[in-house]
Nanobody
Framework: QVQLAESGGGSVQAGDSLTLSCAATGSTVRYTMAWFRQAPGKERIFVGGISWDGNGPNYADSLSGRFEISRDNNKETLVLQMNNLKREDTAVYYC?????????????????WGQGTQVTVSS
């Protein structure tokens, strides 16, 4: 059983950077890992992720290169580096994991979820 826990959220100003981490208990070496986010009143959507065999990272088209995802399999950690944050990036950010090599963008394809961490960007 894999458990995921996000950390690093907070309140920042537009243009700032923020780094989120997702720590896993249990081995996620053969898990595809991804970040999702959910803004108030909206659906949870794909941010980006990396498959277990290193394919990726791949990102949602709308992020325009501002976000970077990396993973450290030795430390069982997934990292989301967010740069030049905008107000529309305000959301709860979730870490998700699934077995298999593909990197789907739908929430229902992921079995394991963290509790989420709030990111608030103000202008």
């Amino acid at each position: 059983q894999v458990q995921l826990a996000e950390s690093g959220g907070g309140s920042v100003q537009a243009g700032d950077s923020l780094t989120l981490s997702c720590a896993a208990t249990g081995s996620t070496v053969r898990y595809t890992m991804a970040w999702f986010r959910q803004a108030p009143g909206k659906e949870r959507i794909f941010v980006g992720g990396i498959s277990w065999d290193g394919n990726g990272p791949n990102y949602a088209d709308s992020l325009s290169g501002r976000f970077e995802i990396s993973r450290d399999n030795n430390k069982e950690t997934l990292v989301l580096q967010m740069n030049n944050l905008k107000r529309e990036d305000t959301a709860v950010y979730y870490c998700a994991g699934r077995t298999g090599q593909t990197l789907p963008h739908q929430t229902y394809d992921y079995r394991y979820w963290g509790q989420g961490t709030q990111v608030t960007v103000s202008s």
